[in-house]
């Protein structure tokens, strides 16, 4: 994760997190960024202050869940995922095949802060 001033466009931090991260929340009130994994991790990167970033966490989901949203007011963080199939080989016409979901799986992943 790279943290940055957008006035100044200079980099404040480079933290580790995992893989696949299709998304980021940040809580204002925690001063709190969450990075949602597709590996089937969330990382948490704690705002200390305004020039300094740490990764507080890196806590288990689901494999897949990489879509997120915080509450502002309850605080909750909320991954929407799914059960998958094995991905299809892949094939000339279809190079990176993904998986099919795997019926009656989807949940919406509740985590406290």
């Known amino acids: 994760m790279i943290v940055l001033d957008v006035l100044t466009r200079k980099i404040i931090?480079?933290?580790p997190i995992g893989e696949n991260v299709d998304g980021v929340a940040f809580d204002p009130i925690l001063k709190c960024a969450y990075s949602s994994n597709g590996e089937g991790t969330l990382t948490?990167?704690?705002?200390e202050s305004k020039e300094s970033f740490k990764v507080l966490d890196n806590v288990a989901t689901q494999k897949?869940?990489?879509?997120i949203t915080v509450d502002k007011k309850t605080h909750y963080i909320y991954l929407p995922t799914a059960?998958?199939?094995a991905a299809?080989?892949?094939t000339t016409d279809?190079?990176?095949p993904r998986a099919k979901i795997k019926p009656n799986s989807f949940v919406?992943?509740?985590i406290l802060p």
């Open 13 to 15: 931090s480079s933290l």
């Open 44 to 47: 948490i990167v704690k705002e």
């Open 64 to 67: 897949g869940a990489r879509t």
């Open 83 to 85: 059960e998958f199939e």
């Open 88 to 90: 299809p080989p892949a």
């Open 94 to 96: 279809n190079p990176k």
């Open 108 to 110: 919406i992943l509740e």
